[in-house]
């Protein structure tokens, strides 16, 4: 019996030790339920951050397979315009040419006609000096036509004079 209470008293202290155990093994059960529901929170946001990545992902994915057929569309568009432009090319390598030979005969034409236009006035200067010369002989000519008139009437009266003697012999 002796043995009984001092062996009730260490089972008593252990019961007690184990009770501080047991609280301090309380705290930790509760940080690591807290811990593990941080990360569960955690991995649901990161879960859902992912599927709201992989639903942009999908949309953007739709958007290219759209965008890849517009360029098909593109390049085939392309493709015409490019032959269209080499056809302009050589039609405009055509025009250039023509256009070339229309400005040398133009001014090959344009040479002719100032050639010709200072030949034409060099003709006008001459008439205008020509003119000018029947200008200042104007009067004298006058004179000279005045003197030719009465020299006619006076040719003339006489004549008549002659005839009319004739006639009367």
Same mark, same amino acid.
């Given at each position: 019996?002796?043995?009984?209470?001092?062996?009730?008293?260490?089972?008593?202290?252990?019961?007690?030790?184990?009770?501080?155990? @047991? *609280?301090?093994?309380?705290? &930790?059960?509760? =940080? #690591? /339920?807290?811990?593990?529901? %941080? +990360? $569960?929170?955690? !991995?649901?946001?990161?879960?859902?951050?992912?599927?709201?990545?992989?639903?942009?992902?999908?949309?953007?994915?739709?958007?290219?397979?759209?965008?890849?057929?517009?360029?098909?569309?593109?390049?085939?568009?392309?493709?015409?315009?490019?032959?269209?432009?080499?056809?302009?090319?050589?039609? @405009? *390598?055509?025009?250039?040419? &023509?256009?070339? =030979? #229309? /400005?040398?005969?133009?001014? %090959? +034409? $344009?040479?002719? !006609?100032?050639?010709?236009?200072?030949?034409?006035?060099?003709?006008?200067?001459?008439?205008?000096?020509?003119?000018?010369?029947?200008?200042?002989?104007?009067?004298?000519?006058?004179?000279?036509?005045?003197?030719?008139?009465?020299?006619?009437?006076?040719?003339?009266?006489?004549?008549?004079? @002659?005839?009319?003697?004739?006639?009367?012999?």
């Amino acid at each position: 019996l002796k043995v009984a209470p001092s062996k009730h008293a260490e089972e008593v202290k252990g019961m007690y030790a184990a009770h501080a155990q @047991h *609280a301090t093994f309380e705290d &930790r059960l509760n =940080y #690591l /339920e807290k811990l593990l529901g %941080d +990360s $569960a929170s955690a !991995h649901a946001q990161e879960l859902a951050a992912a599927h709201a990545k992989v639903d942009q992902m999908h949309s953007r994915m739709h958007a290219l397979e759209r965008a890849g057929n517009a360029l098909v569309e593109l390049k085939r568009a392309h493709t015409g315009l490019a032959a269209e432009k080499g056809m302009l090319e050589t039609s @405009h *390598a055509s025009l250039k040419e &023509r256009v070339s =030979y #229309l /400005e040398s005969v133009m001014g %090959d +034409s $344009a040479d002719k !006609h100032s050639r010709a236009l200072e030949e034409a006035k060099s003709k006008m200067d001459l008439i205008h000096t020509r003119l000018l010369a029947c200008e200042r002989h104007g009067a004298i000519v006058s004179e000279i036509q005045t003197e030719h008139d009465a020299n006619k009437r006076k040719a003339e009266a006489q004549h008549s004079a @002659h005839k009319d003697r004739i006639d009367s012999l």
